[in-house]
């Protein structure tokens, strides 16, 4: 694990467009396309309204969220709502976005559907995690009942989850395996107490801090505020 410290926020998302910019160039250097998936909530906001301009040849790149809540991408709740929102316009408007939502499909319907759609975009290219203070990444939770097939090596590509917490919505999400196999993973945090939780999971086993699987080839990115 690279663990770098930044002094400002500010300084952390312009460093961290920089890297992944690098990385994609590369990727569809050597390929020809490349594959970039990211986290949704508010945190890596700023993040993609730097990237979306970045010179990059934006149609050549499939882009999806790492996890989603199963809601319609209307939704405030919706990852793919707000990727949109935040990267999919300027330059970046030319990607390739892949929603891991298929209305009118229960979520074990959904999750088989979306495991054969991403399968042609495997490997991934660029990885951007997050992490909760409780250690979860994706939507990979500590203690949930579906967090031990999504850690299997025989998951499929992407698994339903269903969180403990009942006010969370049925998710699914990229299993562990394929997290894994990123060629490029940076995990962004911010504040002390993420920095704590961080310092927790390198001392613990996957299932009771997920994030802990994907950090001996991960880049953190962490400012204090």
Not at 6 to 20: I, R
Not at 30 to 51: E, Q, W
Not at 184 to 210: C, F, M, Q, W, Y
């Amino acid at each position: 694990m690279r663990f770098i410290d930044y002094k400002t926020s500010e300084v952390l998302m312009q460093s961290l467009a920089s890297a992944v910019e690098v990385e994609l160039n590369d990727a569809i250097k050597n390929r020809g396309v490349a594959t970039f998936v990211i986290p949704g909530g508010t945190t890596p906001k700023p993040f993609f309204r730097i990237l979306r301009d970045a010179n990059i040849e934006w149609d050549k790149i499939t882009i999806f969220p790492t996890d989603e809540r199963w809601v319609s991408m209307e939704s405030s709740r919706s990852n793919a709502g707000l990727i949109q929102s935040q990267l999919l316009t300027g330059r970046a408007a030319e990607a390739n976005f892949v929603p891991l939502y298929q209305r009118n499909k229960t979520l074990d319907q959904g999750a088989s559907s979306l495991a054969e759609s991403i399968s042609n975009y495997l490997p991934l290219d660029v990885l951007v995690l997050g992490m909760g203070l409780d250690m979860h990444t994706a939507s990979l939770f500590p203690g949930s009942p579906g967090l031990a097939l999504a850690q299997s090596v025989n998951a499929a590509e992407v698994v339903p989850i269903i969180p403990l917490d009942k006010g969370l919505e049925p998710r699914v999400t990229l299993s562990a395996r394929v997290l894994e196999k990123a060629v490029n993973t940076h995990v962004l945090i911010i504040g002390l107490d993420k920095k704590n939780a961080l310092k927790e999971a390198v001392k613990r086993e996957p299932a009771s801090a997920p994030i802990s699987q994907f950090l001996p080839n991960a880049t953190v990115h962490w400012s204090p505020a």
